[in-house]
Nanobody, 132 residues
Framework: DVQLVESGGGSVQTGGSLRLSCVAS?????????MGWFRQAPGKEREGVAA????????YYADSVKGRFTISQDNAKNTVYLQMNSLKPEDTAMYYC?????????????????????????WGQGTQVTVS
C-alpha cells in the first residue's frame, strides 16, 4: 500500500518557523510526478501551497507563501519537505502532502485540484499547523 506520512506540524507564534516532512512508503517517485503540499482551513477551499517536479526539481509556490516557504526533496529518502518561515496566522490550516502521478504539468493548481487515489495520485492524513 502507498502511504504518505506527514510530520512536523505544531503551534508557533507569528513570525516563527516550522519544517514539514512527508515520507512516502510503497511508492517511489518517478521523473514525471508532481509532489506538493496543499492546505485546508475550516470553511475554506483547498489551497495548493507548493509543488516540486520530481524529474527536474522545478518548484512552484502560491503567491501567498512565495518568499516564505521552500519545498525540497530528498529522493534517496523518498521524502519531501516544506520549510515554512515568517509564519502568519492566515497560514493556520491542516497541511497535506500529495503525490500527483502521471505526466502532467506540475503546479500548485495541479496539487490543489487532485482527486486522489485511485484517480490521479495520493495524499496523506495531514498535519496541523497553528499560528497565533
Amino acid at each position: 500500500d502507498v502511504q504518505l506520512v506527514e510530520s512536523g506540524g505544531g503551534s508557533v507564534q507569528t513570525g516563527g518557523s516550522l519544517r514539514l516532512s512527508c515520507v512516502a512508503s510503497g511508492y517511489t517517485y518517478s521523473p514525471s510526478d508532481c509532489m506538493g503540499w496543499f492546505r485546508q482551513a475550516p470553511g475554506k477551499e483547498r489551497e495548493g501551497v507548493a509543488a516540486i517536479y520530481t524529474g527536474g526539481g522545478s518548484t512552484y509556490y502560491a503567491d501567498s507563501v512565495k518568499g516564505r516557504f521552500t519545498i525540497s526533496q530528498d529522493n534517496a529518502k523518498n521524502t519531501v519537505y516544506l520549510q515554512m518561515n515568517s509564519l502568519k496566522p492566515e497560514d493556520t490550516a491542516m497541511y497535506y502532502c500529495a503525490a500527483r502521478l502521471g505526466n502532467v504539468p506540475c503546479s500548485v493548481a495541479t496539487i490543489a485540484t487532485m482527486k486522489g487515489y485511485p484517480i490521479d495520485g495520493y495524499w496523506g492524513q495531514g498535519t496541523q499547523v497553528t499560528v497565533s
